[in-house]
């Protein structure tokens, strides 16, 4: 067997300082780490710090830095398995005969549990096989020189979501949404070329005004004064024509480029709301706002102005080189000579401005964060004295948004200057070498004057169009911050093949349905059937998997594995909203819009007439205090149900479930947030809602489901046991366990304490 050898240094993954001199004192001659993973739970997931080491010899194992470590030689059989549940991981060492070891970590350490599996694995089958472990430069890390996890291309502990510069390519693929208006587009573009060509025309002009008629006057000629009338209406014909032509194209490129706004606001937010609640969950609402909002606003602005004059100043400038080499190659060829100078200025500034200008609209973003955040929780802020915290925390994004401006600033504002000396420059050499040319009689005064007009023009365009530099890459920022939500493929995908389901009568079937958020698995091969109009409730400890259960059957996700069948039919081949206008929900916090009462009864039935909408209200135990109300239905509510009660907002929920009449109900802790009065009102709208239908409740009050068919229990992501109420509980299984411990803590709340109590300090 051969002997393993240590990790070369350049590969060898640094182990954090507080246990470096710990693990190098235990490590033999020859023996390198190979991974490791700092666990920070005990088996009674109190806080800890404790420390696991793979080397090409055994595994190590310390519970403190000032510990003594457990050391298991590498040997065939023995496996380092891996289990994740509800934020907890846990690495389990185990061989035939058991378990030795049991290790657990928050789920932020997972991905570096996995790498230790691996590393583990890969370590003990050379050890028994006796063939050395050969890598690939492709199977380390590049950053930390870690071997990678098995099948992955990426260091999970190193690579963290990026963010790539943006390019000034992708302001090209705006043009899905500029290709409705092509015909405007051309318009506008050939009245560019035409305004832009009349404009050059007045220059020209100058050579004649200036060689034929001024400088013959001062020789003692006589002036033509029809001559002059026909040059002087030619520049008033000319400047009268750019006019109009400038009139028209600013006026059809303005209307074009709104209407390219409003469908990249459009197309963007319909997309939004096509994705699922994963993509949500990661997303905060201010950067979502302000993409939608500031970011095509700052798109519509460069496409209604910036890029309209940018094509002017290149149609100007390409337009006036050729005039100047048809009138004086020579003195063309000087009139450019700047022209380097300021495309390598502007290539420089450019890189320098890639990624600025996304990181202000990221540090934009967090400044709106602070108002979505603050502004609907206003109540909270109040409740516990944070204005000043919150004020605070809006003047440190302001303060960091400043910072970030004036970096760019500090750029840009030498840019401008530098350019327009590079143009000064440029007309002081233009007009000694123009002076050069009349005193060896190579030019005329009146074509230098031309020139000098031109190169005016020439010079303005020039300078107009490097700073375009900045707005250009205003807008490429936001376009990539648009097409990252564009480009984002929903989790929950419309059938290719739909199938459309003519009746729906309301079986669920779950099939081996597990479910993984991110590297948290939730639920685990979950079997479950629900008959039509039987009414089931979900159990369980917090975290045990009841809502995802829940998600899984709404399709707010996917299934990671298995499938959730309606009616036999997979929900995956189903149209999204067709299949979800069978589901009613109604969620322990209800959430209304700002509008009437009318308006959010009807919500999920807009066309719903005044008659429906107040027998939902009805039979909602709603109606009576609708009345009572101002404008009765008519009546507006805040923002999120503000100047209603909690009961209240709950029954107009319960209300909407009932309008649109849905073969299925989720009723999600539907009373758990209201006063025992307001319950049992809330209890009779239940009764009338779930009557016929296919009901999944989900309640903590375990006596709120008394009048359930069947009890579903959960633990750990699993179905551990189900059947009624007096089944279970004679069962004593986990069911009891709850049922007991809730009556206890009921017990405990109705009593009168013996004694004060003096509360200790908790451990952690």
């Known amino acids: ?219 003692g000629q006589p002036i033509d004064r029809d001559l002059v009338s026909l040059y002087l209406g030619g520049l008033f014909g000319a400047a009268m024509l750019a006019w109009i032509l400038g009139w028209l194209r600013t006026y059809i490129l303005a209307l074009v480029s709104e209407r390219i706004g409003r469908d990249l606001r459009t197309a963007t937010y319909e997309h939004l709301l096509g994705l699922s609640l994963e993509y949500f969950g990661g997303k905060r609402t201010g950067d979502l706002m302000a993409r939608i909002g500031s970011e095509t606003d700052r798109i519509n602005v460069f496409l209604s102005l910036h890029l309209l ?17 048809s009138i004086n190659p020579w003195l063309a060829l000087v009139t450019l000579l700047p022209l380097p100078f300021i495309a390598w200025l502007i290539h420089t500034v450019r890189d320098r401005l890639r990624t600025g200008f996304e990181k202000v609209d990221r540090v934009w973003a967090e400044v709106t964060n602070v108002l979505a955040d603050t502004i609907p929780g206003i109540r909270v802020v109040k409740a516990f004295a944070q204005e000043k ?40 050499v233009v007009w000694a070498f123009g002076i050069w040319q009349i005193s060896h009689n190579d030019i005329t005064v009146g074509v230098l004057t031309a020139f000098l007009a031109y190169i005016g023009r020439f010079y303005t365009r020039l300078d107009s169009m490097s700073r375009i530099v900045s707005v250009t890459q205003k807008a490429a920022a936001g376009a990539k911050r648009i097409f990252d939500i564009l480009d984002h493929v929903s989790s929950v995908p419309e059938p290719t093949r739909p199938v459309h ?68 039919v997979d929900v995956r081949s189903v149209p999204v909203a067709e299949y979800r206008r069978h589901i009613g929900l109604v969620l322990q916090e209800p959430f209304l819009f700002f509008g009437t009462i009318a ?63 849905p073969k299925i109900l989720i009723l999600d802790e539907a009373t758990s947030s209201v006063d025992t009065e307001t319950e049992k009102e809330i209890q009779k709208a239940l009764d009338n809602l779930v009557r016929g239908r296919t009901t999944i409740a989900i309640a903590h009050r375990l006596s709120t489901l008394r009048k359930a068919d069947r009890l579903v229990v959960m633990d750990r992501g699993q179905v551990v046991e189900t059947g009624n109420h007096d089944a279970l ?36």
């Open 1 to 219: 067997m051969p002997q393993p050898q240590a990790p070369s240094p350049e590969r060898q993954p640094a182990l954090p300082a507080a246990w470096q001199t710990t693990v190098n004192l235990i490590l033999q001659a020859g023996e390198g780490v190979e991974a490791w993973l700092e666990t920070d739970l005990d088996d009674q997931l109190h806080f800890c710090h404790g420390l696991l080491v793979v080397t090409g010899q055994r595994l190590l194992a310390w519970t403190s830095p000032t510990g003594e470590a457990r050391a298991w030689p590498l040997q065939p059989g023995l496996r380092l398995e891996h289990h994740d549940h509800a934020g907890v991981g846990s690495l389990e060492l185990v061989d035939d005969r058991g378990r030795h070891a049991l290790w657990r970590y928050t789920m932020g350490r997972n991905l570096a549990a996995l790498r230790l599996a691996g590393e583990f694995a890969q370590q003990r089958d050379s050890l028994v096989s006796g063939t050395a472990i050969v890598r690939d430069s492709e199977d380390l890390c590049p950053k930390c020189k870690a071997p990678l996890p098995p099948g992955e291309d990426e260091c999970p502990i190193c690579t963290t979501e990026g963010s790539t510069p943006p390019s000034t390519w992708t302001l090209f693929r705006l043009w899905r949404f500029a290709r409705p208006y092509k015909g405007r587009l051309l318009a506008g573009f050939l009245l560019t070329l035409a305004s832009t060509a009349a404009t050059l025309v007045p220059p020209y002009l100058t050579m004649p005004l200036m060689d034929e008629i001024l400088i013959p006057f001062q020789n």
């Open 309 to 325: 004059d940018f094509a002017t100043d290149v149609l100007m400038i390409a337009m006036t080189s050729a005039i100047l080499f």
């Open 389 to 428: 915290r919150e004020a605070g925390r809006f003047r440190d994004a302001n303060k960091h948004n400043l910072a970030l401006n004036d970096k760019l600033n500090r750029t840009w504002s030498l840019f401008g200057p530098t350019v327009t000396l590079m143009t000064e420059i440029g007309l002081l």
């Open 501 to 568: 389901l003519e009746r729906v009568e309301g079986r669920i079937t779950l099939k081996q349905a597990s479910f993984r958020y991110g590297t948290r698995a939730v639920t685990r091969a979950v079997d479950l059937t629900i008959e039509p109009g039987e009414m089931v409730g979900l159990v369980g400890h917090s975290g045990s998997g009841k809502s995802t259960l829940v998600n899984l059957i709404c399709r707010f996700y996917d299934v990671s594995e298995g499938a959730v069948l309606i009616d036999g």
């Open 599 to 661: 308006e959010n009864i009807a919500y999920g039935k807009p066309e719903a007439t005044r008659a429906e909408i107040i027998a939902a209200a009805r039979a909602a135990h709603a109606h009576e205090f609708i009345l009572r109300l101002p404008q009765g239905y008519d009546s507006l509510v805040g923002e999120r149900g503000q100047g209603l009660s909690g009961g209240e907002r709950q029954r107009i929920s319960i209300a909407r479930a009932l309008l649109i009449d």
């Open 729 to 764: 509980i004679a069962a004593e299984g986990h069911y009891y366990k709850l049922y007991q411990a809730q009556a206890r803590n009921v017990d405990n709340e109705d009593a009168e304490p013996a004694a004060p109590v003096v509360p200790k300090t908790p451990t952690v």
